[in-house]
């Protein structure tokens, strides 16, 4: 049994409910840890037309103080009562920039966070989100998924992230394209050297329920690279991806099943980005 939904959001960013309607969503799934995992604001020349409007600076700052005071009155609790709550963990999404080291560098090290998930949402400018596969042609689908995994590499090797979030997400709108893909030699070769550099290091791959409430309907990440990924025995963590409260540990009974289905029996969570590994 799953017992961490580890990358969640909340409304300070696009999702739907507040911080205490998600936990309160958690803690009815009886989950024993759960972390909110809010999305960073992006540097100049980025954005997303999915969040609100407004300073997303300090709507970040808020987030951070709300989850930060959730945490205390949850471990004041937990001492108080033999019945426990979950226990809060206090996370971000990083979109990786390589253009924006410093940017990134700053945002990591301003907050007490228990993990980082890195995650690549951009090519370049291009956000994967805007893309219209539709008006490219095979050759240029096959080079941007070849680009997508390029800067998986360059996430890992940057080494400042604990997790890499969703590691097919370019996939969600061309779900077919993609796995004509993942039958050719140059995607295999770019996936075992994906792999390489993620156990080079110490990388947490994600595999996430997320992928199913998308256009795609398939769990991140798809069969062949998990396949793969178990090969090279690189360790995983289970999440949601949720933006409200009805998804939440969203289908985790089938992300346990698919994850066994490679071999894998414990997953991994991060307090004081130290890695905990649990049983599932």
């Given at each position: 049994m799953?017992?961490?939904?580890?990358?969640?959001?909340?409304?300070?960013?696009?999702?739907?409910?507040?911080?205490?309607?998600?936990?309160?969503?958690?803690?009815?799934?009886?989950?024993?840890?759960?972390?909110?995992?809010?999305?960073?604001?992006?540097?100049?020349?980025?954005?997303?037309?999915?969040?609100?409007?407004?300073?997303?600076?300090?709507?970040?700052?808020?987030?951070?103080?709300?989850?930060?005071?959730?945490?205390?009155?949850?471990?004041?609790?937990?001492?108080?009562?033999?019945?426990?709550?979950?226990?809060?963990?206090?996370?971000?999404?990083?979109?990786?920039?390589?253009?924006?080291?410093?940017?990134?560098?700053?945002?990591?090290?301003?907050?007490?966070?228990?993990?980082?998930?890195?995650?690549?949402?951009?090519?370049?400018?291009?956000?994967?989100?805007?893309?219209?596969?539709?008006?490219?042609?095979?050759?240029?689908?096959?080079?941007?998924?070849?680009?997508?995994?390029?800067?998986?590499?360059?996430?890992?090797?940057?080494?400042?992230?604990?997790i890499i979030a969703h590691p097919d997400f370019v996939k969600i709108h061309c779900i077919q394209d993609f796995h004509a893909w993942l039958e050719t030699k140059n995607a295999l070769d770019c996936l075992h050297e994906t792999c390489k550099v993620l156990k080079e290091t110490n990388m947490v791959l994600e595999v996430s329920t997320g992928g199913l409430i998308k256009a795609c309907k398939e769990i991140h990440p798809a069969p062949k690279i998990m396949e793969l990924f178990a090969s090279y025995q690189i360790p995983i963590s289970f999440a949601s991806d949720t933006h409200e409260i009805g998804t939440v540990a969203y289908e985790f009974d089938a992300l346990a099943r698919f994850a066994e289905k490679y071999g894998y029996t414990e997953h991994v969570i991060f307090i004081n980005r130290q890695p905990v590994h649990l049983a599932f």
């Open positions: 799953i017992t961490a939904d580890i990358h969640t959001h909340t409304d300070y960013f696009h999702g739907k409910n507040t911080v205490q309607e998600m936990y309160q969503a958690a803690t009815q799934k009886k989950l024993h840890y759960y972390g909110f995992s809010e999305h960073t604001p992006l540097p100049e020349g980025f954005s997303c037309k999915l969040y609100r409007d407004g300073d997303m600076n300090v709507f970040f700052k808020n987030y951070v103080r709300d989850i930060l005071e959730l945490k205390q009155k949850t471990e004041q609790y937990n001492q108080e009562h033999s019945e426990k709550r979950p226990k809060v963990l206090l996370g971000m999404e990083l979109d990786f920039t390589p253009e924006n080291y410093a940017y990134m560098d700053t945002l990591i090290a301003g907050c007490p966070f228990d993990y980082v998930i890195g995650t690549i949402h951009f090519i370049g400018e291009q956000s994967i989100g805007r893309w219209n596969p539709d008006e490219a042609s095979q050759k240029e689908k096959y080079a941007f998924f070849e680009s997508y995994y390029e800067c998986t590499m360059q996430l890992a090797k940057y080494g400042k992230t604990d």
